[in-house]
T-cell receptor, first 114, second 111 residues
Framework: GAVVSQHPSWVICKSGTSVKIECRSL??????MFWYRQFPKQSLMLMAT?????????EQGVEKDKFLINHASLTLSTLTVTSAHPEDSSFYIC??????????FGPGTRLTVL | QKEVEQDPGPLSVPEGAIVSLNCTYS??????FMWYRQYSRKGPELLMY????GNKEDGRFTAQVDKSSKYISLFIRDSQPSDSATYLC???????????FGAGTRLFVKA
């Protein structure tokens, strides 16, 4: 299957700082990228969907000013958690979809905000 | 009613057993059906991908789609302890913007 990378794989930061997470599709062009959040033993929660070159579409209840998404190219999307707080600590996973509707996930980023 | 229903389990089976995982859905427009495996603290891994109805086999895994019943299944033959993970079903419409995921079934295969 296609490969999606995420960086960093884990990050610890102080409350009030911003954290950027990168998501790259390594061997295909992703027409759409998705960002999910997952709490322990719970399913994936879709945060936002982005298409290259256009603004992200956020799910209800997700603050777009707090979770900034940039889909700069067909292979790169970034999620920036601004002014992170302990309640933002979670497992963030991106996924990328090509032209045939198959959706591939990155390995995830574990964020811990102290 | 959720668009996709999946029993969260947990499901515990002995090594070597045949495992059956299922999802039901309500949206008749779904055409693409996927099964993902997720190990703890890892991103989901695409296991099976099928379009419309029918069966698809890959090694020990068989995916079945019955669109008339709005029911999909994943069978795992000769289950191994390494199959212990959470299995998520997912589906989307042709040209659909989103993929809809089930809640995931936690599977434990005991040695």
């Amino acid at each position: 299957g296609a490969v999606v990378s995420q960086h960093p794989s884990w990050v610890i930061c102080k409350s009030g700082t911003s954290v950027k997470i990168e998501c790259r599709s390594l061997d295909f062009q992703a027409t759409t990228m998705f960002w999910y959040r997952q709490f322990p033993k719970q399913s994936l929660m879709l945060m936002a969907t982005s298409n290259e070159g256009s603004k992200a579409t956020y799910e209800q209840g997700v603050e777009k000013d707090k979770f900034l998404i940039n889909h700069a190219s067909l292979t790169l999307s970034t999620l920036t958690v601004t002014s992170a707080h302990p309640e933002d600590s979670s497992f963030y996973i991106c996924s990328a979809r090509g032209g045939d509707n198959e959706q591939f996930f990155g390995p995830g980023t574990r964020l811990t905000v102290l | 009613q959720k668009e996709v229903e999946q029993d969260p389990g947990p499901l515990s089976v002995p090594e070597g057993a045949i495992v059956s995982l299922n999802c039901t859905y309500s949206n008749s427009a779904f055409q693409y059906f996927m099964w993902y495996r997720q190990y703890s603290r890892k991103g989901p891994e695409l296991l099976m991908y099928t379009y419309s109805s029918g069966n698809k086999e890959d090694g020990r895994f068989t995916a079945q789609v019955d669109k008339s019943s709005k029911y999909i299944s994943l069978f795992i033959r000769d289950s191994q302890p390494s199959d212990s993970a959470t299995y998520l079903c997912a589906m989307s419409e042709t040209g659909g913007f989103k993929t809809i995921f089930g809640a995931g079934t936690r599977l434990f295969v005991k040695a």
